[in-house]
């Protein structure tokens, strides 16, 4: 079965502080994602990835940046955390099937910025 | 742009009863649509997705149909189970971004 390994799971942080959230795929997959996930949001795209050194912007992207330095690795920073980037936040890693892809999601962590 | 709606926030139901829950898209292309499942403190997972040549998907008796005339992919299983409780998300393929969520249907099934 497909692997997405992400940490840390829990994160406190401070506002005003830098936050790395990072991913690991084991699947060979080209293309990852960073959703959060948030009552009464469902499921959003912040930013997606088609390759090592590719970044793009999902639907809600400010405040958030993301690094691809490898097939494998795909972070996500919070440069400065505010309390509104509460969330859990999901990586996801899938296929070049186009709009077929089954995404593989990792088990989540759940940021406090305090 | 593409976007899906599923019209129940909150479904509860009895064990053994029917269950159906909606899902409606607004697609540019022709789409592939997809039913995610969550469990508490669990990573989404796939439950089902639909197929190009019109077969009707099931997994663990949940099955699925998708309308193009009507825009539809609604989830339904004959009887539910306990170990039903979950949050469901339909999806959208989408050949760029990955997936568009809906906002989710959270079911709870009780004895």
């Known amino acids: 079965e497909a692997a997405v390994t992400q940490s840390p799971r829990n994160k406190v942080a401070v506002t005003g502080g830098k936050v790395t959230l990072s991913c690991n795929q084991t699947?060979?997959?080209?293309?990852m994602y960073w959703y959060r996930q948030d009552t009464g949001h469902g499921l959003r795209l912040i930013h997606y990835?088609?390759?090592?050194?590719?970044?793009e912007k999902g639907d809600i992207p400010d405040g958030y940046k993301a690094s691809r330095p490898s097939q494998e690795n795909f972070s996500l920073i919070l440069e400065l955390a505010t309390p509104s980037q509460t969330s859990v936040y999901f990586c996801?890693?899938?296929?070049?099937?186009?709009?077929?892809?089954?995404?593989?999601f990792g088990a989540g962590t759940r940021l406090s910025v305090l | 742009g593409d976007s899906v709606t599923q019209t129940e926030g909150l479904v509860t139901l009895t064990e053994g009863l029917p269950v159906m829950l909606n899902c409606t898209y607004q697609?540019?292309?022709?789409?592939?649509l997809f039913w995610y499942v969550q469990h508490l403190n669990e990573a989404p997972k796939l439950l089902l997705k639909?197929?190009?040549?019109?077969k009707r998907p099931e997994h663990q008796g949940f099955h699925a149909t998708l309308h193009k005339s009507s825009s539809s992919f609604h989830l339904q299983k004959s009887s539910a189970q306990l170990s039903d409780s979950a949050l469901y998300y339909c999806?959208?393929?989408?050949?760029?971004?990955?997936?568009?969520f809906g906002l989710g249907t959270r079911v709870s099934v009780f004895p």
């Open positions: 996801a890693s899938g296929g070049t099937g186009g709009s077929q892809n089954t995404l593989y």
């Open positions: 699947n060979n997959h080209n293309n």
């Open positions: 990835s088609y390759g090592a050194g590719s970044t």
């Open positions: 697609s540019t292309y022709s789409p592939f």
């Open positions: 639909s197929f190009t040549d019109n």
């Open positions: 999806a959208l393929g989408n050949y760029a971004q990955g997936l568009t």
